[in-house]
């Protein structure tokens, strides 16, 4: 079977197998380019350097120093060549040369592999199914029961961090273990996207069900199609392959993550082809944290209403998100320029080129240094407007010494070029926390796991809602030693006040589910000069009409009271 896959889906078994083996931030990172590294790992601390051969031919000479001048590129410290047609003889008398030097060479070959194997699939036997939390089984017998209702749809609205990809993946193990039959075309926009998702199944599935990724980078096998239980697919690739007028095979279920792009014309037209949730089609599934999206079709027209829906604000008040400390900074408004709003509308393009300055780094860094001691072990993400900015600030932040940072951002974007090389070595050092702040760019957005980050400073001007709570949500999940997420947020847009004062007002709010009152641990405040602003506060909410209308208003939508008068404050 090992020869009959393609070398990507190689890669990913044997990735697969790394982690049932208990090795930790396994990233693949074989692509062009990749200078010689297949598989990155870290295990005991130590990070492996994994080069992949698939030839039945045996390894030499040649491809041991490829992998000894990789490992130095990526501070590996553990080299490892898997090849299934084994090894020349000179390549074993050179691994005794290198151990001997204190270069600890690994070989793991056919024999090897299926060792392995036989290991894993007998500890799989034994493994226990993961014990969903409460919410997370109310969402999966609501989809069952919709699934054997034969309703057709379902929709799973859960914020970031609270697992809903979990859901998805224990709903297709049960599924698929009373009905050996049932197959599941899952969806995705992007590639990467793709990949995660398929990754986030392993724990869950079991060692025998086999996965295929079917995108602009891998194409099945022949058959591979309509035999697979699971096919992870990007949603251009399906596209266009119904637009050549060739039928897709049948599926028991379709799958669309970060369903709030489903409104999207590509989107709508591969579900309407296949008949995803209509009668006689494929059960549909959708999954996304943030239900909103400015297209004329909305996700509840494509999905229905939720089956389940747990927010934010309801994760944070049961405990199923980290605590969260939210400081808002008022330290870039110009008050002194308040006068000049007389007059006019007051729509949010018009104050936010009045009163905010543009730039304030060192003001930034300075918060950031301090909050920096708060934390026990930081970890922080700074979420960045364009490129030039991240490395301004990642270069800031190194000159002051009090932490490691790195900035990542797409890998050919505004002029810069970042490699893949280096795109995979920055995010290995933020795994393995040998970077400690990272400032990206358009990343980290979605399908992002960093548990353990406790630092999120927002640096990036967004009005989107959605793009707002996806990237909040990243320092909000749970992490053993986390105690909380402290949020710096660095205001330049009105409309983000109102997402704070709305925070504010709900996470403060009783709990009316709870027969217990308890003092919630979360905290939204406003800062200036690194002290609560109290007075700037009661004014900014004394000036906003409508907090939910401000939130998610337009450039010149008029939706603020009248200015008070500046010697209130």
Known sequence: MLYNISWQAFERLLARTLLALDYEGVRLVGQSGDGGADILATRHGKRWLIQVKRWAARVGLATIDKTLQALRVYDADVPLVVSLGGFDAAVLVHQRRLLAGGIPLQLWDKNRLL???????????RRAPVTPRDYQQDALSAVQDAFSAGRGRALIVLA????????????????????????????AHTNELVYQLERAFWPIISDDQDTVVWNGIEKPEPGRLSSAKLVFACLSTVFEYLQSHAELPPF????????????APS???????????????????????TPWRADDVSVLEIFGDPVISVDIVTGLRRGFLTNVDYRMFTDNIDWSQLANLRGGQLTPRRINRTLFIDQWDDGVIDALQNVWSEQERPRAIVFCGTIDHAMTVRDRVNARRFCHAEAIFSMSAGGFKMSAIERNRVLANFQDNRTHLICVVDVFNEGIDVPDVNIIVFQRVTHSRRIFVQQLGRGLRLSPDKDKVIVLDFVSDIRRFAAGLDLKAKISKPDADSAVRVRLPHSVTFQRLGRPDDRGENFITEWIEDVAALETAGEDASVLRFPPLLDSL
Request: glycine share 12%.
């Open 267 to 289: 989107y709508l037209s591969v579900l309407r082809e296949i008949r995803a949730g209509q009668p006689g089609g494929p059960f549909l599934l959708g999954l996304t944290a």
């Open 115 to 125: 060792e392995i194997g036989r290991t894993i699939a007998a500890r799989d036997r």
């Open 252 to 263: 028991a279920g379709v799958l669309v993550d970060e369903c709030h792009h489903a409104g």
């Open 160 to 187: 970031t961090g609270l697992g809903k990809t979990f859901v998805a993946a224990e709903w297709f193990r049960r599924t698929s273990a009373s009905n050996r039959s049932f197959r599941l075309l899952v969806l």
